[in-house]
């Protein structure tokens, strides 16, 4: 069985940051593709950022320049330092890896989600 565990959420005023982590136990070969999405009240779940197990990353348009994902594969963990936060940034935030358990067989896994609030 595969876990994801975020960490980091919270209220903030506009401008503030947040990091936000997500760490990945159980039977676990190896970690691919790690990122966080992040949905909204009445919007559907959206990407935020990704970041491959080659350590390249892509972003929303909405959040480059302002968020940086980054991973520790050791902890098999991924990260997400939120900087100059805005209002419609407030959403529940998940984390999302692709997990080999094996050198064939392989999921998608989703953390529980941790909710970020940025006020006016």
């Known amino acids: 069985q595969v876990q994801l565990v975020e960490s980091g959420g919270g209220l903030v005023q506009a401008g503030g940051s947040l990091r936000l982590s997500c760490a990945a136990s159980?039977?676990?070969?190896?970690?691919?593709?790690m990122g966080w999405y992040r949905q909204a009240p009445g919007k559907q779940r959206e990407l935020v950022a990704t970041v491959s197990g080659g350590g390249s990353s892509n972003y929303a348009d909405s959040v480059k320049g302002r968020f940086t994902i980054s991973r520790d594969d050791a902890k098999k963990a991924v990260y997400l330092q939120m900087s100059r936060l805005k209002p419609e940034d407030t959403a529940v935030y998940y984390c999302?890896?692709?997990?080999?358990?094996?050198?064939?067989?392989?999921?998608?896994?989703w953390g529980q989600g941790t909710q970020v609030t940025v006020s006016s």
């Open positions: 999302n890896a692709l997990i080999y358990q094996s050198a064939l067989r392989s999921g998608n896994y």
């Open positions: 159980g039977n676990i070969f190896r970690v691919s593709t």
